[in-house]
C-alpha cells in the first residue's frame, strides 16, 4: 500500500482545538510575576520533591549509585518513585540537550503526576522538571559522572523555553508535536503543534516515537518529513502500531524499548492540568495581594474564567474522542491504573476507558495533586462550585451533554469519598430514576439467560450485550459450544466469530477476524453481506489489496454490501474518513429501502459525524414517512449525533424512539433499546424496566442491555 501523506494544514493545534470565552487564561500573560512578593519564583524556598531528594542526598540520608549503563538514571527513578513503564521517547533535536538527540539516540523522559526526568544516552546532564506545589515547576539537572555525592543544581535558564504562550505563561511543561527531518532536526519553518488531549490524534506525537496500537486512527509519530520544502510527513504502516523499537535503534543503554501510547495519552492531558492549576493559583495570589482584604474575587472577571477554563479541563470536556481502541505495550496503563485512591466499591479516577475517551470517568485525577490541594482555600472552593453545577445540571450548556448521567452519579460519588474538603452540597444531577441493584439483577438475570437457553441471533446479542457491559463471564465457553454444534452453518457462522473475536485475546481475536474477511473476500460465499457488516462493526481496518476489494464494492454494487463496504473504508483511516461519511449520507437519498435503511444504521455506528453529513442525516431523519420502516434507524442515527445547540431537534428524535421502544417491531423496539441505553440517560429507565417482561427474548435482551449501560460506572 502507498504510504498515506499528512498535511499539516493548522501551526498550534493544541491550542486551537479548544475555543473558549473571550478572557481565557492564554490571554492574560504573567511574565513579569516571577519576581512578584505574591510569588518570588527564584527566591522563595521550595518544597518539590526534587529539592528534598536534593537535601536528602546532601545530608547523606539518601545515597543514588552510579552505574556505567545509565550513569543515575534508574536509583533516581526509584528515589523520585516514576515507574520505568512511563517511559516515552522524543526522537527529534529539541530540548536542552537536542544535540544528543536522534532517532538512533532518543530521549527517554519517565514521570509521574509532579515529576518528570529526561534522560539521553551519553548525554552529559539527567534533566529534571517538578511541580512545587505553589510555584509552578521548578528546573533540575545532574551531571551524568561518577562522583561521591552527586549535585543537583536548579537551573532558571529553563524559563527561556518554559514561560511561554504554551504553557499559559507560568513556569511549566512543554509538551509539542513537531515536524522532523530523517536526521531528527526539527524544521521548524513547519511550525509545531501544542499537543493536549484536545488536540485531534492525527496531529499527535511528530517527533516523538509511539508503541502501541489504535485501530484505524493515524497520528505522525514514528515518522518524518522527507521533502524539505512541502510541510508533509510520510505516514505509512511501517510508522504506525509498533509493539516495541527494539529494531529501530539500538536499546543498550535504556531502561525500556517502549514509548507508549498511552503514556504519552497520560502525560500530554496532565502537562496543560499542571500549567491551569499554577496559573490560576498564581493570579488568585496576585489579585489578594492587591486587595484591600486579601482577598480575591473569584465571582467575576478573568478569575472567574480562569476557574472555567480549568473545571472544562478537568472533565475532558473538548476532549477529542477517540474512534478506535488504543492499547499501550510497556504495562503503563496497569502500573498507572493501580495508584489510586479509589472509593469503597474500587473505582478510581485513574482507571481508563481508552475505547471512546482517555478515562472511564472523565474526571481528571490531577485533582489529587499536592499542587492542586496547595491552591489557596477560596480557589479550590471555587472551583468546587463549578463542577458542582456542571455535575449537577445547574449549568445547561450543550458542551456539558457529553457527561452523562452515569459519568456524573460515578464522579460525584468517587470523589465524595476521596477528597477530604469536598463541599457536603456537592451532588450529581437528579435526571430521574437510578438503576438500582435490584433492577441491575434482573437485567443480568435476562442475559444470562438468554445467553444459556435462546438459540443463534439472539444468543449472539446476548453474548455481546454481557462483553459491553464487562460482564464476559460464560460468553466463551458458550461460543466454543456454538463453533463445535453450528460452526459450519453459513451466515450464523459470521455470528459465532464475531462473539469469538471480541471474547479471545489479541493474536486469537487477528484469528477470527481473518476468517470473516474471508468469508467476505469469497465474492460468491453465501455469508458476504453478514461478513462485511460484522467486520464494519468490529472496526475492521481494511489495507492494501483489502482495501481496493471494499473499495470496488462500494463503488460497483448496490444494496446492503456496497454499504456495509462503505462503512468499512470509513473506518479504514483519514483518507476515507470525511468523504467517506458524505457518501454514507448521500444513500440517504436512495429510492431503495433497504439501503436508507443500512446507511442510516452504519452512520449511527460512526463515533462522530462532520456537520455536512449531520445536515444530511437530520434532513433524511426529518422527510421519512411515518409508516416507513426505515424511520427507527434514522431516528437512532440523528438522536446520537446531533450536535450540541440541537436541543429541540435531538429531543423530538428521542420522543420518538421512545415510541419505537413501545410499540414498533421487534427490531424496531431492539435498536430504540441501543440507542436509549447508549444515550445512558435515566429518565427511560422506567420504559425499560418494563421491557425486561416482554414476550420477545430480542426485545428483553435490547431492554438489559440499555438498562446496564445506563448504569454502569
Known amino acids: 500500500m502507498k504510504p498515506a501523506r499528512f498535511v499539516a494544514l493548522f501551526v498550534g493545534a493544541g491550542l486551537g482545538a479548544a475555543v473558549v470565552s473571550a478572557g481565557q487564561l492564554t490571554e492574560r500573560p504573567l511574565i513579569r510575576a516571577l519576581a512578584h512578593p505574591a510569588i518570588e519564583y527564584y527566591t522563595r524556598p521550595t518544597h518539590d520533591l526534587v529539592a528534598e531528594l536534593k537535601s536528602r542526598i546532601e545530608d547523606g540520608t539518601a545515597q543514588i549509585p552510579f552505574d556505567e549503563s545509565t550513569g543515575y538514571l534508574r536509583p533516581v527513578l526509584d528515589a523520585l518513585h516514576l515507574p520505568v513503564e512511563s517511559q516515552m521517547l522524543v526522537m527529534s533535536k529539541t530540548g536542552v540537550q537536542g544535540l544528543y538527540t536522534g532517532p538512533s539516540n532518543p530521549r527517554a523522559i519517565y514521570f509521574n503526576d509532579a515529576v518528570t526526568v529526561g534522560y539521553i544516552k551519553g548525554a552529559p546532564l539527567l534533566e529534571f522538571a517538578v511541580e512545587d506545589p505553589e510555584q509552578g515547576v521548578i528546573f533540575y539537572t545532574l551531571d551524568q559522572k561518577p562522583q561521591q555525592r552527586p549535585v543537583i543544581e536548579r537551573k532558571p535558564a529553563c524559563l527561556s523555553c518554559h514561560q511561554v504562550y504554551s504553557t499559559l505563561h507560568v513556569p511549566g511543561m512543554l509538551t509539542r508535536s513537531v515536524f522532523m527531518a530523517p536526521d531528527g532536526l526539527p524544521l521548524s519553518q513547519f511550525g509545531s503543534y501544542d499537543a493536549d488531549d484536545r488536540t485531534p490524534f492525527r496531529r499527535r506525537w511528530g517527533g516523538w516515537y509511539v508503541t502501541g496500537t489504535h485501530g484505524a486512527m493515524r497520528h505522525i509519530g514514528n515518522a518524518v ?63 489578594a495581594a492587591a486587595a484591600p482584604d486579601h482577598r480575591a474575587d473569584l465571582s467575576t472577571g478573568s478569575l472567574r474564567d480562569g476557574v472555567i477554563e480549568l473545571v472544562d479541563y478537568l472533565f475532558f470536556v473538548d476532549e477529542d474522542p477517540l474512534a478506535a481502541p488504543v492499547r499501550g505495550t510497556s504495562g503503563f496503563a496497569e502500573t498507572f491504573a493501580a495508584q489510586g485512591p479509589a472509593d469503597s466499591r474500587g473505582r478510581s479516577l485513574r482507571q481508563f476507558d481508552l475505547e471512546r475517551r482517555l478515562l472511564k470517568y472523565p474526571c481528571s485525577y490531577m485533582i489529587y495533586s499536592a499542587a492542586f490541594r496547595a491552591l489557596p482555600a477560596a480557589v479550590r472552593m471555587a472551583i468546587y462550585g463549578r463542577m458542582g453545577d456542571v455535575l449537577s445540571g445547574r449549568d445547561p450548556n450543550p458542551k456539558y451533554a457529553r457527561l452523562s448521567g452515569a459519568d456524573r452519579r460515578a464522579i460525584v460519588e468517587i470523589l465524595r469519598e476521596t477528597v477530604p474538603d469536598l463541599p457536603n452540597r456537592f451532588s450529581a444531577a437528579t435526571d430521574g430514576a437510578q438503576v438500582n441493584d435490584s433492577l441491575s439483577s434482573r437485567a443480568l438475570r435476562v442475559l444470562r439467560d438468554a445467553l444459556d437457553k435462546e438459540d443463534r441471533w439472539i444468543k449472539v446479542h446476548a453474548a455481546e450485550a454481557l462483553l459491553a457491559v464487562g460482564r464476559p463471564d460464560g460468553v466463551l465457553r458458550a461460543f466454543e459450544s456454538e463453533l463445535t454444534s453450528k460452526g459450519a452453518e453459513a451466515k450464523y457462522r459470521i455470528g459465532i466469530w464475531r462473539v469469538l473475536a471480541q471474547s479471545t485475546s489479541e493474536h486469537e481475536r487477528e484469528q477470527w477476524v481473518g476468517k470473516i474477511l474471508t468469508a467476505f473476500l469469497d465474492t460468491d460465499g453465501p455469508d458476504r453481506l453478514h461478513a462485511a457488516e460484522t467486520l464494519a462493526k468490529l472496526g475492521y481496518h481494511a489495507r492494501g489489496r483489502e482495501a481496493d476489494a471494499f473499495e470496488i464494492v462500494a463503488r460497483t454494487r448496490r444494496g446492503s454490501l456496497a454499504v456495509d463496504a462503505q462503512w468499512v473504508l470509513v473506518n479504514s483511516g483519514p483518507g476515507n474518513n470525511v468523504n467517506g461519511e458524505m457518501r454514507l449520507a448521500e444513500l440517504l437519498d436512495s429510492d431503495d429501502d433497504g439501503t436508507r435503511d443500512d446507511a442510516a444504521y452504519a452512520i449511527r455506528h460512526l463515533p462522530k459525524l462532520s456537520s455536512a453529513a449531520w445536515e444530511k442525516l437530520a434532513a433524511a431523519a426529518k422527510r421519512e414517512p411515518a409508516h416507513s420502516g426505515v424511520r427507527a434507524n434514522l431516528m437512532s442515527a440523528a438522536f446520537l449525533h446531533a450536535p450540541p445547540g440541537e436541543n429541540a431537534q435531538k429531543a423530538s428524535f428521542k420522543a420518538e424512539l421512545v415510541k419505537y421502544a413501545q410499540s414498533g417491531t421487534t427490531d424496531e423496539k431492539f435498536e430504540a433499546c441501543a440507542v436509549l441505553g447508549q444515550a445512558g440517560e435515566s429518565d427511560v429507565l422506567p420504559l425499560l424496566a418494563g421491557l425486561l417482561e416482554s414476550h420477545d427474548p430480542d426485545v428483553r435482551v435490547g431492554a438489559a442491555q440499555a438498562i446496564l449501560r445506563i448504569g454502569r460506572p
Do not use: C
Open 225 to 287: 518529513v522527507t521533502d524539505r520544502e512541502k510541510r508533509d510527513v510520510t505516514v505509512s504502516d511501517s510508522t504506525l502500531h509498533p509493539i516495541s523499537l527494539e529494531a529501530t535503534f539500538d536499546g543498550r543503554g535504556y531502561l525500556s524499548t517502549h514509548s507508549d501510547i498511552v503514556a504519552l495519552m497520560v502525560f500530554a492531558h496532565q502537562s496543560h492540568m499542571t500549567n491551569l492549576i499554577t496559573r490560576i493559583g498564581w493570579e488568585a495570589r496576585i489579585a
